[in-house]
């Protein structure tokens, strides 16, 4: 049951199967008991400009009340309830963490509200959807494209009578990364054309710079393969820097990165597969972005949150999935772990 203005990010599961392996057995008894054993579902409501952001899962029973946000990686558990304004996050023995209650300024209640009265309007609604539905029918074709292209430019230089395979299997490759660096760098382009650099600030939902940011979203998700496969490499670093990003020297990176210009790291820095470095967030139809910054010889181990607006100290480390909340520190040579993170003392195995 999903009220107006609900805002979901990516990769966010809802479940209302009272019978799966994660739902506590106490909890399915109870709701059978209550309401007979024929009813297996329990209902899942997000009411009125709730805030449900990437990867949380919602367990059945779960009411998310006006205005709440589960922030990124929040674990609902079965039946929970979630008061108006509460923002939760993460899971410590299975239960979502509560962090503070939302709390906006005159002026940020404004925009809210301004982007909210603004969706009544029709216009503002297709126009932004159309604006979406038109790049992803533009990008989506290109990666096939590329192998067509490959197909014309291999078959420009190369005759299966007088060269023979060998001769193919030795072009294709040259020919078709070719092509992907062009789309590479055609995609680094369009960052600086259609965004240009990424400012802190707040942005309203549909508004111009939510379709811009948007369309680069999704450009960089599907024009080009290539970058994927540099993860790791002195190239991912350059390319990161192309976009705008400060990054030192010897660096390792293997993660998300989406506002480059808002990341900064220093020298001879690791960020794993899976971590996740973006510069913003989202709560109640107002994109945030705030810069992060790691220090030297700070590592993040793969799958771990760096929030935005987070500081990653010099030589501090974040165990495998941890998630550092927005604003927070991470003081220097420290080593933290957990969703939400904590400081933790690792103990070697004897």
């Given at each position: 049951d999903i009220d107006d203005y609900v805002v979901f990010g990516s990769e966010v599961m809802l479940c209302t199967d009272m019978h799966a392996p994660w739902v506590p057995l106490e909890y399915s008894k109870k709701m059978e008991k209550k309401r007979g054993p024929k009813q297996r579902f329990a209902d899942i409501r997000l009411c009125h400009a709730a805030n449900v952001l990437d990867h949380c899962t919602l367990l059945p029973g779960v009411t998310v009340a006006e205005r709440a946000v589960l922030g990124t990686c929040t674990l609902a558990p079965a039946g929970s309830y979630y008061p108006p304004l509460a923002i939760h996050s993460g899971s410590q023995r299975g239960r979502s963490m509560h962090l503070r209650d939302y709390f906006a300024s005159p002026a940020m209640r404004e925009l809210e509200d301004k982007t909210m009265q603004d969706l009544d309007n029709p216009l503002t609604w297709w126009r932004f959807n159309f604006m979406i539905l038109l790049v992803i029918l533009c990008a989506n074709p290109l990666p096939e494209a590329a192998w067509v292209a490959t197909y014309f430019g291999v078959t420009s230089v190369w005759d299966f009578e007088s060269d023979g395979v060998l001769a193919l299997l030795i072009v294709t490759p040259f020919v078709y990364n070719f092509i992907e660096l062009v789309l590479l760098l055609s995609n680094i382009a369009l960052k600086w054309i259609i965004i240009g650099k990424y400012k802190a600030g707040e942005y309203q939902f549909f508004g111009s710079y939510h379709t811009r940011w948007m369309i680069?979203?999704?450009?960089?998700?599907?024009?080009?393969?290539?970058?994927?496969?540099?993860?790791?490499?002195?190239?991912?670093?350059?390319?990161?820097?192309?976009?705008?990003?400060?990054?030192?020297?010897?660096?390792?990176?293997?993660?998300?990165?989406?506002?480059?210009?808002?990341?900064?790291?220093?020298?001879?820095?690791a960020i794993g597969s899976g971590c996740d470095t973006t510069g913003h967030t989202v709560e109640n139809m107002v994109i945030k972005l705030a810069p992060t910054r790691i220090g030297d010889g700070a590592a993040l181990l793969p799958g771990s949150f760096a929030m935005p607006g987070s500081v990653?100290?010099?030589?501090?480390?974040?165990?495998?999935?941890?998630?550092?909340?927005k604003g927070e520190t991470v003081p220097a040579r420290e080593v933290w772990a957990g969703m939400p993170a904590s400081g933790c003392t690792p103990v070697a195995s004897p």
């Open positions: 680069i979203m999704i450009c960089g998700s599907g024009i080009s393969a290539l970058q994927e496969c540099l993860h790791g490499t002195i190239f991912e670093v350059w390319v990161a820097r192309a976009c705008g990003s400060k990054i030192g020297k010897d660096c390792y990176l293997s993660g998300l990165i989406v506002e480059y210009d808002l990341l900064t790291v220093g020298d001879h820095v990653i100290e010099d030589e501090a480390v974040l165990m495998e999935h941890t998630q550092v909340l």
